[in-house]
């Protein structure tokens, strides 16, 4: 399985970018799908994900400013963010739960994408 992401960028303060995340390959069942960041210098934090199905978790911070959608058949995530604030700035990873079912005993694994880095500027 493989993700890419795209969408990232330099935007002024209170400014909007979208992430989108695809995932490619066979043999699988995707569970759930998110991003994560890391900020320069810190550690890697969950931001949002979405589950197959649609239940949505967010990090407080970026609750009633970012969103979190999916696209189960296009095995797609978007993560549209609003407001954006100079803390904001991070490299931002999709990140996907998968059941591999090229088995008769399916596994579950995750997968990371290549990170695409989100610049706010004030």
């Known amino acids: 399985v493989q993700l890419q992401a795209s969408g990232g960028g330099l935007v002024q303060a209170g400014g909007s970018l979208r992430l989108s995340c695809v995932a490619s390959g066979s043999s699988f069942v995707m569970n759930s799908m998110g991003w994560y960041r890391q900020p320069p210098g810190k550690q890697r934090e969950l931001v949002a994900s979405h589950a197959r199905g649609g239940l949505t978790h967010y990090v407080d911070s970026v609750k009633g400013r970012f969103t979190i959608s999916g696209d189960d058949a296009k095995v797609t995530v978007y993560l549209q963010m609003n407001d954006l604030k100079p803390e904001d700035t991070a490299v931002y990873y999709c990140?996907?739960?998968?059941?591999?079912?090229?088995?008769?005993?399916?596994?579950?694994?995750?997968?990371w994408g290549q990170g695409t880095l989100v610049t706010v500027s004030s």
């Open positions: 990140a996907a739960n998968v059941v591999i079912t090229t088995s008769e005993d399916p596994y579950e694994r995750n997968y």
